[in-house]
């Protein structure tokens, strides 16, 4: 994908390790600094594909952010990131340390615009459904509900 730019956005560790692994790095665009909120708004419109390479993680706020942009998500499969990706719904799951899988479903969404598409229409779904702030409350309903009838069976 010679027209593609990677972009990589947010306070970090020193890069300069992983700028010599850059095999184009004409095609990576490196803003390790903090980006306000407006930026990053920005950066997610401007995306095609959100990537989340990580090798461990427990958690990220990215894929939040990415779904409220209605873009899809390529992520590894650590910690709690299948339970936010629903691999061929929401976005694609590949096993950590896979560089070849990671840019094989890279590639593919990038070249398939109906799939970037659904995926990302899929993502915000699931935000909407999952996430938002009246979900967030009936869930948590849900779970004072169930814990006041155990006390009362238990009573």
């Given at each position: 994908m010679p027209d593609a730019r990677i972009v990589?956005?947010?306070e970090g560790e020193d890069f300069a390790r992983y700028r010599r692994m850059m095999a184009n790095p004409e095609q990576f665009i490196v803003r390790n600094e903090y980006v306000t909120?407006?930026?990053?708004?920005?950066?997610f419109r401007r995306a095609s594909v959100v990537v989340l390479p990580y090798v461990e993680a427990?958690?990220?706020?990215?894929?939040?952010?990415a779904y409220?942009?209605?873009?899809?998500?390529?992520a590894t499969t650590v910690g709690g990131l299948p339970e936010?990706?629903?691999?061929g719904r929401t976005g694609l799951l590949v096993p950590p340390r896979d560089e070849r899988a990671l840019a094989e479903a890279v590639v593919r969404i990038l070249s398939d615009g109906d799939l970037r598409r659904r995926l990302g229409a899929g993502g915000r779904r699931k935000l909407d459904?999952?996430?938002?702030p009246a979900?967030?409350?009936n869930q948590t309903l849900e779970v004072y509900r169930r814990a006041l009838k155990g006390g009362e069976s238990a009573a």
């Open positions: 990589i956005a947010g909120d407006a930026e990053r708004n920005e950066l427990s958690q990220s706020a990215v894929i939040p952010v409220q942009s209605s873009k899809p998500v390529v936010l990706v629903d691999h459904r999952e996430c938002s979900a967030v409350a």
